[in-house]
C-alpha cells in the first residue's frame, strides 16, 4: 500500500503492505517476506490517455512478437491509429502508432509532448510478472512493474537471466521497502537476489503451469489501472 492510497487513508492497510488490489486482502504485511515463484515474465508497452485530460484509460497495447524475418519485436493491438491526449491537461499531443512500436518510437524520450525532449516516452514500458506463492497453495497473482518501479523490475530480471535452473524452478523473497525519488517517498518491491531451489514435485507442477500459462498467451488486464505497481489475482 502507498502512502496517499485510499485504504492506507482509511487504515485499511499499512505502508509497505503487499496486498491484493482485486481483493484487498493483505499477501505480506510491510517488514515481512513472503516467499514465490516467479511463473512467467514478460514484457510489453501501454500507452495510457492522461489522468489530467480525457483520462480514458488504456489506448492501445504492444506486445511482444516476432517479424517476418523472425525478429522480437513489439507489435501495436491497434496500429496505424491515431489519438488526441492532453498532457496534464495542458499540452496537447497527437500520438500516432505505426506497426511496431520501433517504427514510432513512442517508447523513446521526448515523445510524451512532442517537442520537449526533457518530456518522458509517451508509451510506458510494463514488466509483467505471474507469481505462485507456495505459502498460500500456490496462489497465482499477476504483479506489474512499471515507471518509479521499472528499477526493480531490471534489477529483478537479471537475477532471472543469470540462474541456474528454469525461472518456476526457484523461490525468491519478496517483501517491500520504502524507496524515494528527491522528497517523493513511496513503498516499493523488493525482491531478493539469492534464491532457493525448489523440491522436483513442485518443479514438475511449476512446468505445467507454465506451459499452460504459455499456450495461452496470457495478457494482463490493465485496461482500468494507471498504477505503477499493479497486483490482481490470476
Known sequence: GQAMSPEVKD???SEG???NSVTGEVICEAGSKIPVIIVLHNKE????????????????????TKDKEGNIRYKWDKPNSVFDVKVDGKHK?????????????????GTQIPGNAESPPAAQESQ????AFPTRDYELIAVSLSRTSIGVAKKLNT???FGQSAIFERIYELGSFIDNRGDNKFANYQFSNSYKPVTTPVAD?????YQSLALKNVIIDRSDDHDEVASKKF
Do not use: C, P
Open 11 to 13: 487504515k485499511l492497510l
Open 17 to 19: 503492505d503487499l496486498f
Open 45 to 64: 508497452y501501454l500507452l495510457w490517455d492522461d489522468r489530467k485530460g480525457d483520462d480514458r484509460g488504456l489506448l492501445a497495447r504492444a506486445s511482444r
Open 93 to 109: 499531443a497527437k500520438y500516432k502508432t505505426a506497426n511496431y512500436i520501433d517504427e514510432d518510437n513512442l517508447h523513446q524520450w
Open 128 to 131: 509483467n510478472y505471474i507469481i
Open 159 to 161: 537475477n532471472l537471466k
Open 205 to 209: 507442477m511449476m512446468a505445467e503451469v
